[in-house]
T-cell receptor
Framework: KQEVTQIPAALSVPEGENLVLNCSFT??????LQWFRQDPGKGLTSLLL?????REQTSGRLNASLDKSSGRSTLYIAASQPGDSATYLC?????????FGKGTRLSVIA | EPEVTQTPSHQVTQMGQEVILRCVPI?????FYWYRQILGQKVEFLVS????????KSEIFDDQFSVERPDGSNFTLKIRSTKLEDSAMYFC???????????FGQGTRLTVV
């Protein structure tokens, strides 16, 4: 059964700092790894999808990497801004639909 | 930009009542999903739907739950007799292909009292 873990559970950084969020999954037989952003009480906004044949994806200040063999993905956020404050979720999809981690709650302090 | 739309945004219901949560997936998508998130917990898969039938369901999706695509645009989740523990945020999602990006709606917050 797929299990997804995200470390750290919470992170507070000053504005402008670069940061890395970590995601690990137990079953490496995945098709996709998707990163989402969730604002308090709101829905899930898709940030990046990495397919199993890819190593990384970039969108603006975000870069996500995938290492299937080690069961890890990272989300790199460059030059963080207060507007980046949210919970970031990763989710792995393989033989079962998306399995989510509990998320990393990010606070960017101005 | 196309988006998944869910209604209502918030529903309060009495225990034992039936509720129907509604979703309009992105128009050319073929795969539809319901997930839920109990406050403070992980987002959990409930059910997937493809080609007018359930393709997969979780242990949570028991006989109290049902899904339907009554027309070409709507996708509904029905809870037949709500319990207190059904209180959660329910998310609908859709995809155009199995290996592509899933798009989620803004959710329906269900409160059972």
């Amino acid at each position: 059964k797929q299990e997804v873990t995200q470390i750290p559970a919470a992170l507070s950084v000053p504005e402008g700092e670069n940061l890395v969020l970590n995601c690990s999954f137990t079953d490496s037989a995945i098709y996709n790894l998707q990163w989402f952003r969730q604002d308090p009480g709101k829905g899930l906004t898709s940030l990046l999808l990495i397919q199993s044949s890819q190593r990384e994806q970039t969108s603006g200040r975000l870069n996500a990497s995938l290492d299937k063999s080690s069961g890890r993905s990272t989300l790199y956020i460059a030059a963080s801004q207060p507007g980046d404050s949210a919970t970031y979720l990763c989710a792995a999809e393989g033989n079962t639909p998306l399995v989510f981690g509990k998320g990393t709650r990010l606070s960017v302090i101005a | 930009e196309p988006e998944v739309t869910q209604t209502p945004s918030h529903q309060v219901t009495q225990m034992g009542q039936e509720v129907i949560l509604r979703c309009v997936p992105i128009s050319n998508h073929l795969y539809f999903y319901w997930y839920r998130q109990i406050l403070g917990q992980k987002v959990e898969f409930l059910v997937s739907f493809y080609n007018n039938e359930i393709s997969e369901k979780s242990e949570i999706f028991d006989d109290q739950f049902s899904v339907e695509r009554p027309d070409g645009s709507n996708f509904t989740l029905k809870i037949r007799s709500t319990k207190l523990e059904d209180s959660a945020m329910y998310f609908c999602a859709s995809k155009d292909n199995l290996n592509t990006e899933a798009f989620f709606g803004q959710g329906t917050r269900l409160t059972v009292v």
